[in-house]
């Protein structure tokens, strides 16, 4: 079950303090390390509203193009994004940002304390708590109708530390009463290390 809530828009972001709304009881009795939570709150606070300032345009033909965040060992957040690729035509196009994207940030790893990707992506009906895949939308889809057997969209956002930690959260959204979004508390799962093994 889905705890929606309309986007707050402007400045303001629905969730600012998302992790306080996520539970990370698979963390175990420690939970995230303390230095871990601080970064992910900040690069999920610029994150939340880069993808609110995108959606809020409304569904109609709505690109969330892939983008990335890091943060240097001094604390200052860098937009990683893909310019040079055709995401309204190209179907691989998604794929490929991501990828180079995570490129840039495993070159970098060593002068980053955190690093998040963040993308469209389509979450299947639950089946009772079993391992589902997850669906990155190709930007592309806008030429196709919506899904109608109960999959929502979300947005991903992956996130790691080099304190050893990452995570995949998901964020539902929907569109109601035309164009005023709606954002589904967000959702939280372990993740691959890609950076800092």
Same mark, same amino acid.
């Given at each position: 079950?889905?705890?929606?809530?309309? $986007?707050?828009?402007?400045?303001?972001?629905?969730?600012?303090?998302?992790?306080?709304?996520?539970?990370? *009881?698979?963390?175990?009795?420690?939970?995230?390390?303390?230095?871990?939570?601080?970064?992910?709150?900040?690069?999920?606070?610029?994150?939340?509203?880069?993808?609110?300032?995108?959606?809020?345009?409304?569904?109609?033909?709505?690109? %969330?193009?892939?983008?990335?965040?890091?943060?240097?060992?001094?604390?200052?957040?860098?937009?990683?994004?893909?310019?040079?690729?055709?995401? $309204?035509?190209?179907?691989?196009?998604?794929?490929?940002?991501?990828?180079?994207?995570?490129?840039?940030?495993?070159?970098? $790893?060593?002068?980053?304390?955190?690093?998040?990707?963040?993308?469209?992506?389509?979450?299947?009906?639950?089946?009772?708590?079993?391992?589902?895949?997850?669906?990155?939308?190709?930007?592309?889809?806008?030429?196709?109708?919506?899904?109608?057997?109960?999959?929502?969209?979300?947005?991903?956002?992956?996130?790691?530390?080099?304190?050893? %930690?990452?995570?995949?959260?998901? %964020?539902?959204?929907?569109?109601?009463?035309?164009?005023?979004?709606?954002?589904?508390?967000?959702?939280?799962?372990? *993740?691959?290390?890609?950076?800092?093994?």
């Amino acid at each position: 079950m889905i705890n929606w809530h309309p $986007a707050a828009g402007g400045s303001q972001l629905t969730f600012p303090r998302p992790f306080d709304l996520v539970d990370l *009881s698979f963390l175990g009795i420690g939970g995230l390390p303390p230095e871990a939570r601080a970064d992910f709150e900040t690069c999920l606070a610029s994150v939340l509203q880069s993808i609110e300032i995108h959606l809020g345009m409304g569904a109609s033909g709505t690109i %969330v193009p892939p983008a990335g965040l890091v943060m240097d060992a001094g604390g200052t957040l860098d937009v990683l994004t893909e310019h040079d690729l055709d995401y $309204a035509y190209d179907a691989g196009a998604a794929l490929t940002a991501l990828g180079t994207m995570a490129q840039r940030i495993a070159g970098r $790893a060593s002068e980053l304390r955190c690093a998040a990707l963040y993308y469209r992506a389509r979450l299947p009906v639950p089946n009772g708590g079993a391992p589902q895949e997850v669906e990155i939308w190709r930007t592309t889809h806008w030429q196709e109708p919506p899904p109608q057997d109960g999959a929502q969209d979300a947005i991903a956002i992956d996130l790691e530390h080099r304190a050893g %930690v990452a995570l995949a959260l998901f %964020v539902p959204f929907t569109w109601q009463d035309g164009d005023r979004l709606f954002l589904g508390e967000p959702l939280a799962g372990l *993740s691959r290390r890609r950076y800092w093994n």
